[in-house]
T-cell receptor, first 116, second 112 residues
Framework: GAVVSQHPSRVICKSGTSVKIECRSL??????MFWYRQFPKQSLMLMAT?????????EQGVEKDKFLINHASLTLSTLTVTSAHPEDSSFYIC????????????FGDGTRLSIL | QKEVEQDPGPLSVPEGAIVSLNCTYS??????FMWYRQYSRKGPELLMY????GNKEDGRFTAQVDKSSKYISLFIRDSQPSDSATYLC????????????FGTGTRLQVTL
């Protein structure tokens, strides 16, 4: 099956630090990648949709200057949480879609971010 | 009211039981329906993917969609301890390239 790798799996850092999370599709080219946030006992909430070579589309209420997304190649998208604060602590998960059309989204294993 | 409602559980069943997991939704425009399994500290893994109403079977798993009732189900036959996980339903309006709306997930525990 499709493999999506997400790195790092766990980050603990001080308030004010910027954190970069990578999402890679290992065995397919992903024209579209998605970034989600998941709070404990809550649904995955879509933050943004990332298309290779173009600007990301952010969901309502998500600050694009706070959560910078770059999708520079067909196998890599990055999410940078800038000047992170404790309220940004969460589980961040990416997913990737193979090619075009109605292919299902395949998810990475997530990054648990803890801001002290 | 949430767009997608899912009982969080936990649901505990003995090994070999038939498990029924359900979601209800309010947006009649949803047409694509998915079930994901998520183990602790892992990302969701796609189990089933269906379009519109009807049934789909894959091994021990059967997905049912009833659009008239805005109700979807996942059945697991001959449940195993390895099926213990959180099961998430997800749905979208215009295909998987568009926004997926998830349920909160049902935690399933299959006991020996």
């Amino acid at each position: 099956g499709a493999v999506v790798s997400q790195h790092p799996s766990r980050v603990i850092c001080k308030s004010g630090t910027s954190v970069k999370i990578e999402c890679r599709s290992l065995d397919f080219q992903a024209t579209t990648m998605f970034w989600y946030r998941q709070f404990p006992k809550q649904s995955l909430m879509l933050m943004a949709t990332s298309n290779e070579g173009s600007k990301a589309t952010y969901e309502q209420g998500v600050e694009k200057d706070k959560f910078l997304i770059n999708h520079a190649s067909l196998t890599l998208s990055t999410l940078t949480v800038t000047s992170a604060h404790p309220e940004d602590s969460s589980f961040y998960i990416c997913s990737a879609m193979r090619g075009a059309g109605n292919q299902p989204q395949h998810f990475g294993d997530g990054t648990r971010l803890s801001i002290l | 009211q949430k767009e997608v409602e899912q009982d969080p559980g936990p649901l505990s069943v003995p090994e070999g039981a038939i498990v029924s997991l359900n979601c209800t939704y309010s947006n009649s425009a949803f047409q694509y329906f998915m079930w994901y399994r998520q183990y602790s500290r892992k990302g969701p893994e796609l189990l089933m993917y269906t379009y519109s109403s009807g049934n789909k079977e894959d091994g021990r798993f059967t997905a049912q969609v009833d659009k008239s009732s805005k109700y979807i189900s996942l059945f697991i036959r001959d449940s195993q301890p390895s099926d213990s996980a959180t099961y998430l339903c997800a749905m979208s309006v215009s295909g998987t390239a568009s926004k997926l709306t998830f349920g909160t997930g049902t935690r399933l525990q299959v006991t020996l």
